[in-house]
């Protein structure tokens, strides 16, 4: 008998237990400390604040994953610099890791990963786009 098949997946044979992320930082990621700032709104990222907690403050198992913005509508990928930094707090992520659909590694930056900002709040003060005030 095969795993039942996901009907959003690119893959019809990836089963529904994965879950999707890339497995490095793609060159425009604002997890990336080498990358320039102004590219999301301020606005974009309190939006995206939702998908990522901290110590003793995890979001919960049903909080959306934060992800890649390369990937296409509809068949997203959780960002591996947000998983690297900040995904071992979301209650979902350890879930999945727990349950085998996703391997821990992805909740380490990889040997030849660019340097990674340490939490959302230190990437979003760097990377958000602020209008100039007159």
Do not use: N
């Given at each position: 008998?095969?795993?039942?098949?996901?009907?959003?997946?690119?893959?019809?044979?990836?089963p529904?237990?994965s879950?999707?992320?890339?497995?490095?930082?793609?060159?425009?990621?604002?997890?990336?400390?080498?990358?320039?700032?102004?590219?999301?709104?301020?606005?974009?990222f309190?939006?995206?604040?939702?998908?990522?907690?901290?110590?003793?403050?995890?979001?919960?198992?049903?909080?959306?994953?934060?992800?890649?913005?390369?990937?296409?509508?509809?068949?997203?990928?959780?960002?591996?610099?947000?998983?690297?930094?900040?995904?071992?707090?979301?209650?979902?992520?350890?879930?999945?890791?727990?349950?085998?659909?996703?391997?821990?590694?992805?909740?380490?930056?990889?040997?030849?990963?660019p340097?990674?900002?340490?939490?959302?709040?230190?990437?979003?003060?760097?990377?958000?786009?602020?209008?100039?005030?007159?």
């Amino acid at each position: 008998m095969t795993a039942p098949q996901h009907p959003h997946c690119d893959d019809p044979a990836e089963p529904i237990e994965s879950v999707r992320h890339r497995k490095f930082p793609c060159a425009e990621c604002p997890w990336r400390r080498d990358t320039a700032p102004g590219q999301f709104s301020q606005d974009r990222f309190d939006y995206l604040a939702a998908t990522t907690g901290s110590p003793g403050q995890e979001v919960w198992l049903d909080a959306p994953l934060f992800a890649c913005h390369k990937s296409p509508e509809g068949h997203e990928e959780a960002c591996a610099g947000w998983l690297a930094t900040v995904g071992y707090y979301h209650l979902g992520v350890r879930l999945a890791v727990h349950s085998k659909r996703l391997d821990p590694a992805a909740l380490e930056a990889g040997p030849d990963w660019p340097e990674l900002h340490t939490s959302y709040s230190d990437m979003v003060e760097a990377k958000a786009h602020r209008p100039e005030t007159p």
